[in-house]
């Protein structure tokens, strides 16, 4: 009844941007934090960052300063802005939804940042 998909990944060389969007639809009465994590070939799933209901923010050390997180809530949208890319950017990106108590993923899109 839930689904989140993730759109805008791609290949792009480092230094370069791109702009991530989780489109949230189903049957979500209420949406809390939502955020972005990723998974390197060969690595666990990491937190990239997150956004509360409210607009507050929460980044990984590894971008803060090139990644920006963002929320429309009438549209139950969610993006993330990605300059100054490095290859150790590189990985699947998963959107992911706290409502209530249940917490929901997308399928994650493709970011592959060569050198």
């Known amino acids: 009844q839930v689904r989140l998909v993730e759109s805008g990944g791609g290949l792009v060389q480092a230094g370069g941007s791109l702009r991530l969007s989780c489109a949230a639809s189903g049957s979500m009465f209420r949406i809390n934090t939502m955020g972005w994590y990723r998974q390197a070939p060969g690595k666990q799933r990491e937190l990239v960052a997150t956004?509360?209901?409210?607009?507050?923010?929460n980044y990984a050390d590894s971008v803060k300063g090139r990644f920006t997180i963002s929320r429309d809530n009438g549209k139950n949208m969610m993006y993330l802005q990605m300059n100054s890319l490095k290859p150790e950017d590189t990985g699947v990106y998963y959107c992911?939804?706290?409502?209530?108590?249940?917490?929901?993923w997308g399928q994650g899109t493709q970011v592959t940042v060569s050198s």
């Open positions: 956004i509360t209901s409210g607009g507050s923010t």
């Open positions: 992911n939804v706290l409502s209530g108590v249940l917490s929901y």
